[in-house]
């Protein structure tokens, strides 16, 4: 049974750092791309960056690039966003999901399983 578990959100000052952590099970990391979508009260969810053995590391989002980074552990079979320097404007529900392929996509439709989500709230 696939399953995506994230855990690590919580409530951050600007300027200050999270580490997001998407734990898979029923799959391996090696056959399929996982990726780190965002999704903000009234917008549209929005691709971050994701990770895979075809594409290595793609980021999506420039609002994020430089402070964002995407990597996994493949032995815990556990991905993770490390996110710095996080702004007020971070502040969303983060989700991870995986690709029905083997590489990176920013397209939401391509990504058939996701996890339930986790929040972080930047604010002073």
Do not use: H
């Not at 430089?66 to 996080?86: A, E, H, P």
């Amino acid at each position: 049974q696939v399953q995506l578990v994230e855990s690590g959100g919580g409530l951050v000052q600007p300027g200050g750092s999270l580490r997001l952590s998407c734990a898979a099970s029923g799959f391996s990391l090696d056959a399929n791309a996982i990726g780190w979508f965002r999704q903000a009260p009234g917008k549209e969810r929005e691709a971050l960056l994701c990770i895979s053995n075809y594409d290595g590391n793609k980021n999506y989002a420039d609002s994020v690039k430089g402070r964002f980074t995407i990597s996994r552990d493949k032995g815990n079979n556990t991905v993770y966003l490390q996110m710095n320097n996080l702004k007020p404007e971070d502040t969303a529900v983060y989700y991870c999901a995986r690709t029905y392929y083997y590489y990176c996509s920013g397209y939401a439709q391509r990504f058939d399983y996701w996890g339930q989500g986790t929040q972080v709230t930047v604010s002073s």
